[in-house]
């Protein structure tokens, strides 16, 4: 994406940061969000809303992810459902002992494959360390695909695995704060858009949990730093 992320759009930034922000961090359609742009008399179709959140909500990850603090090195894995097009999707996510977001993926299917890109895929983010224990459901894909990342020394040999329910209450937990966000969206048309809004969501997510270096949280300085990520100075 270009410095000027927002050349040639008819809006100024700010608003449609504001609008993508609201979209990915409140349990509000589209249409809820035309409605409370008209009130604060800004005219915007619903459509111009979703391409908005479909184009921005990568970009907002890729740059939240640049200023993580590092996560510790006790991972929860687990997997959720999102419905893509009417049919059931997976959606992997990790977080760690304290609820730290450590990575996602969504995929279209749940087995030893899916697993093992997903742990590849959280290995190669900046801000995760190699685990010490990984802990996991039953999911017989889990092992096989830790395993395979042992074999090809992408993890150490005595990394532990525990396949234990109760110990990953917490991933279990942290799964409903993206819930809540989705329910209203009634499910994703497209596998493609459906990941570009799930970068969104979790991004918005980390940066509530307090995961940004040196941001001091609260909700006026989470708007001044997403909008300073762009270049926006309020």
């Given amino acids: 994406m270009p410095l000027n992320a927002f050349k040639w759009k008819h809006f100024v930034g700010e608003i449609i940061l504001q ?33 908005w959140v479909h184009q921005y909500s990568p970009e907002i990850e890729k740059r939240i992810r640049r200023h993580l603090r590092p996560t510790n090195d006790s991972w929860r894995v687990d997997e959720t459902y999102i419905k893509v097009k009417g049919k ?12 730290d977001t450590i990575d996602f993926m969504l995929s279209s299917k749940r087995d030893r494959t ?13 801000h995760s360390q190699i685990p010490r224990v990984i802990t996991v459901d039953k999911n017989p894909a889990y092992p096989l695909a830790i395993d395979e990342l042992k074999n090809e020394k992408n993890l150490f040999k005595n990394i532990e695995i525990r396949q234990t329910r109760y110990l990953n209450n917490i991933i279990e937990q942290d799964h409903l704060s993206i819930k809540r966000i989705i329910v209203p969206m009634l499910g994703f048309q497209f596998f493609h858009s459906a990941s570009k809004t799930l970068k969104g969501i979790e991004a918005m997510n980390m940066v509530k949990q307090r995961q940004v270096n040196n941001l001091n949280y609260s909700f006026f300085n989470e708007v001044k730093y997403i909008n300073q990520l762009f270049g926006i100075i309020l």
């Avoid at 409605?35 to 391409?51: L, N, Q, Y």
């Avoid at 059931?88 to 609820?99: L, Q």
């Avoid at 697993?115 to 959280?122: D, E, H, T």
């Fill in 114 to 126: 899916a697993a093992k890109r997903f742990f590849k895929k959280a290995l190669s983010s900046n």
């Fill in 19 to 51: 609008t993508v922000r609201w979209y990915l961090k409140y349990p509000l359609s589209y249409r809820n969000l035309k409605e409370m742009m008209a009130e604060r008399g800004i005219k915007v179709d619903h459509t111009t809303i979703m391409r």
């Fill in 88 to 99: 059931w999707k997976y959606f992997y996510r990790a977080v760690n002992s304290d609820g």
